[in-house]
């Protein structure tokens, strides 16, 4: 249960309850009509408290406005009653500074995400357009990809000439190098190189010969050996030769080995003079069929200093590289069925390849707006993915990914600040982002180490854009208060009103973004009647009869339901019956729980007396809320007093169920008592409060007076009348503070008594201040005008002890005393006589007593 | 012959693989054998020779044995040449089954301590006359009179398959050097044969016509031409006339980035003496005719 929810919302100040001189005739006329048993309620009343029908709810009229439904309107652009928040949104997209960023505030549902996105669309409009941005392979560091900016539109047509590049050089390097020329001077070089190291072979073999020497092969190497006609001399031939001759084919078999040895250690010099001299040639050949696939593209972005730098280091790793181009089992040249080559697909190539990170459609005009609809850390700074390549993961710079920052960059972003915050790491990666001016993609995981996949750094790119936060003005206390580094960065807050005054100009204003609505979702148009109903309904929205709500999607949804309904009668426009049925509907569709617990009130299970009289009994009022319904029910409070040592006992504190604001209701009680009762005594008194049949949470302080009604009833032992609920805080002097959901908690006892049959001596009391807030159903008000039902606004507990007691309260006299008979002079006479015993005693206490504890501190 | 075998579609003969001690074998020379035992639903036999002579060396104290990069020369062993022989030998039959598997033909591997051309001429005896002869080692611009005392030497076997120190291609048309019409028969349709192995994906067959003068060229194509009229025909390709310069012939085989070479040997195109010229364009195998 809720108590005071709404307390934020009503005003708390010293409204007259006195209506307008057109109203008090209405008034008047209305409580002529009333019956004889509310006459007889109206009777014992204190002059002025009973509310007429007219105060209950507030009708709009637009006699005055010349139209007949809303097709004749022109609609609503923008909002209306905004003019701060706006005025801060433009404020903030007008200031170049990179720490103006802007948090707007406002509720979910007051169209501001719309309205912010419409006036910065307007803005962008004659913003610049910004550059694309690209990155390429960095030939120095492939771990680090160079961006690089480009004038709007240009960088995809980069990209695909890259890819035209590519695509030209697989088909011209390969044709290059089996040209005729190629090959006829690479068979030269061959020959150059190989050729004298054959001829020298070869040469030293015939020397061999020569002198009777047999060059031959082994598996290993080479070896010479002694040679007769042809053939190997066998060893034993050979031992038979003479002495000097076999000393002679030693002497020649040394010589030539050495010969040999000499050959052989030239060769790895001869290889690189090979290698050295075929490179130059391949170069040379590369360069031709480079230069001329680069020439187009050259002459297209040479324009671009940073690009004619990009295709030099290009040109020059093409011609370094370029047997890349030659692999034809790679390139498909050699397929049965030739293949498409799609260069960016072909790992041999990806490194020429052009990521066009912001390509800026060809129509763009005008700064971006982009909305972060998930705005997670990847979706925010951009991201390098990964593709799974044996087993690890790897990553380059095709694979680098934009994110919002990236898309919006040079405009506006706009970000829900919750899901922002919500998401793991993004919120520290934007402050980042924008404290650098910088935006640098960046794996989150490798900060923590905990992945261990190949990564890229890709080079920063430079950050000019404004980011606009939209959050609710909880989010933003909390932002403020936690986070130091929030209020550097979002300096403009335009903070979006929930409600607008019910005057002449806002109520046009409000007509047309009926009208709005209407024409945005193709609606049938709105009569007059229908439009007065719906301004109704955002008053009670605001919960304010001089409020108009500006919950504009609550507002479209309303229209937008009505219009359904107004199509299953078959009504060409949307009438106020149409109106009607959409809110009851739904209510209906919401209030399945509401109408469990009025069966607890039907069938006795939940104990709430709406007649007779009972001493130190009453009936509050509370208020649930389930998403976007609340409503109120009525709760059973009692009191008991006894001579005691000086407190007052609040049993939903003491069994934990009580909430602060709650206890300080019922500390204050003990001020009043005191205050009222016990200046020259002891307050020997010893109370017990409690909700009956309360089994969940209480808090919020607008039951305060009600507790202090039941109390003062059971010291008096004065009755009060059941027929009535109470709502309300009070101060220690007695005054009846506003409290919130009036609305709701009349709706919710006028329900119950309904149910159980109006009486005419029923009713509530509110607090005065809350008549302004008073917009309650039309049920309520008719049952009010025939008098069957009773609202009193009541300003002090004496105004409300009255119509609860029928009794007089009661006002000190000269002798310093109550007058006999009235209520509070019941009071202090039984607190007379607590303070009479307890001296008696003498145990009592007069501390400044608490609810809960005893004077000395002590807890029960 | 293999000319005949293929001509009268007979699908037999074995592929012997001479691999000696001595040199190094030619990833193309297996890439040959295995496309001819492909082509012709051969086996094919790894000969591997242990070179008498090389053992006999290791009798001379004196012989030293310098390693091929030149870097170190030591006395050659016994020892030491049987460890070498095994070695190369290992290794020479781990390629050879590697083949065998890839191909899926059966591969047997014999080893001999003989010399060289006895060796062949005595495994390709033993196999029967349909043999084709695969040398290992690449030929060398003398080694014309080799090959010749191989055709010579070596009776039972109908072609003997050669590599040059630049024959890596084995992708490509196979082509057939026609020099005279007595022979063109033959070399077609075996060159029609290698060809028909990977279903004519690499280009099929074309046939080079090699003469000395354009008189001579014409009158080759039109008999050719006539020959071939009755059905399917390779694809005709005139060489320019050689004026008796072997490279004119060799220069025209290499433009045809052919995959196979068949050619008649003691011609134009693989002259008895001089290889000079085909050892610097033969970019592929050649296949040469008995």
Known sequence: MIFGLGKKKAKQGSDSVEAPEAEKSKAKSDEDKKPSKAAKSQADAPAGTALGASRLRRKADLSGFEFETTAEIEPLHGLIGQDRALGALQFGAGMPESDYNIFVLGSDSCGKTAAVRQTLEELAKSGATPDDWVYVHNFEDANAPNAMQLPAGRGKALAKAMTDVIDELTSTLPAAFESEDYLSRARALEAEHSGSHEARLQALSDKAEERGIAFLRTPMGFTFAPMLEGKVVKPEAFEAMPPSMQAEVRQNIEALQQELETILLEVPRLEKSKRKHLRLLNEEVAQYAVNSALEEIITDFGDIEEVGQYLEKVRADLVANASLFLDEEASGATSIVPQTIDSSRDPRFRRYMVNALIAQPANRRGAPVVEAVNP?????????????????????????????????????????????????????????????????????????????????????????????????????????????????????????????????????????????????????????????????????????????????????????????????????????????????????????????????????????????????????????????????????????????????????????????????????????????????????????????????????????STELYALLSALSGVAIKQGFAVTGSVNQLGEVQAIGGVNEKIEGFFDICKARGLTGEQGVLIPKANVQHLMLREDVVEAVAEGQFNVHAVATIEEGIEILTGKPAGIRGADGKFPKDTVFAKVEDTLATFARRAKEAGSFDDGPGAAGQSAKGATS | MIGHVASAHEASGRVVLRLTSGAGAADAAFEAAARIAEAFQSEIEGLFVEERQLVDLTAYGFVKETSLTGMMTRPISATEIEREFRSACHGMRKRLERLGRQIETRVITTITRDDPLPALARTCAAAGPWNVVVLGEPFRARSGVLLGEILASVRDATGLVTVGPKSMRTKGPVVAAIENTDRMGG?????????????????????????????????????????????????????????????????????????????????MAVPYDDLSPLSAALECPLFLLR
């Open chain 1, 376 to 704: 997670t850390y990847g979706n925010i700074i951009g991201r390098s993915e990964h593709l799974a390549h044996m087993g690890a993961l790897v990553t380059d710079f095709l694979l680098i990914k934009p994110g919002a920052l990236h898309t919006a960059n040079g405009g506006y972003l706009l970000i829900d600040a919750r899901k922002l915050v919500s998401a793991p790491f993004a919120w520290d990666a934007l402050k980042r982002a924008l404290q650098t001016g910088h935006v640098q993609i960046e794996h989150p995981a490798e900060s923590t180490g905990l992945v261990a996949t190949q990564s890229i750094d890709p080079e920063p790119i430079p950050l000019n854009i404004k980011v606009v936060l939209f959050g609710d003005r909880e989010l933003y206390a909390l932002l403020s208060r936690a986070d130091p580094e929030f209020q550097e960065l979002f300096k403009v807050q335009a903070d979006f009103e929930d409600t607008v005054d019910w005057d002449d100009e806002n109520l046009r204003g409000y007509t047309a973004m009926i009208a709005a609505v209407s024409a945005k979702h193709e609606l049938a148009p709105l009569n007059r009647e229908a439009v007065e109903a719906v301004i109704e309904q955002g008053s009670r929205l605001a919960s304010d009869r001089d409020k108009l709500s500006l919950e504009v999607s609550r507002i479209a949804d309303l229209v937008r339901e009505a219009n359904y309904w107004a199509q299953k009668a078959e009504r060409q426009t949307i009438a106020r019956e149409d109106i009607q049925r959409a809110i009851a509907e739904h209510i209906q569709r919401g209030d399945r729980i509401r109408d469990l617990d009025r069966e607890t009130f039907e069938r006795g299970i939940v104990m709430v007396d709406t007649e007779g009289e009972k001493v130190g009994q009453i009936n509050g009022l509370s208020v649930l809320q389930l998403g976007d319904f609340m409503f109120g029910r009525p709760s059973r409070i009692t009191a008991r007093v006894r001579f005691g040592p000086g407190r007052v006992v609040d049993i939903e504190r003491e069994v934990k169920l009580g909430g602060p604001l709650h206890s300080k209701g019922v500390m204050i009680l003990w001020g009043y008592l005191a205050g009222t009762f016990a200046k020259d005594k002891p307050l020997a008194l010893s109370a017990s409060l409690v909700f009956e049949q309360s089994y969940g949470g209480v808090d919020g302080d607008s039951a305060s």
């Open chain 2, 187 to 267: 070399l077609v349709r075996t060159a029609e044969r290698l060809a028909s192995a990977d279903g004519g994906r690499n280009g099929g067959v074309i046939a080079l016509l090699i003469a000395d003068d354009f008189h001579h060229l014409s009158w080759l194509e039109t008999q050719a031409r006539l020959a071939f009229s009755g059905g399917p025909a390779p694809q005709f390709f005139a060489a320019p006339p050689t004026r008796g310069e072997p490279g004119v012939a060799a220069e025209a085989i290499r433009q045809l980035k052919a995959g196979f070479v068949v050619a008649q040997f003691g011609g």
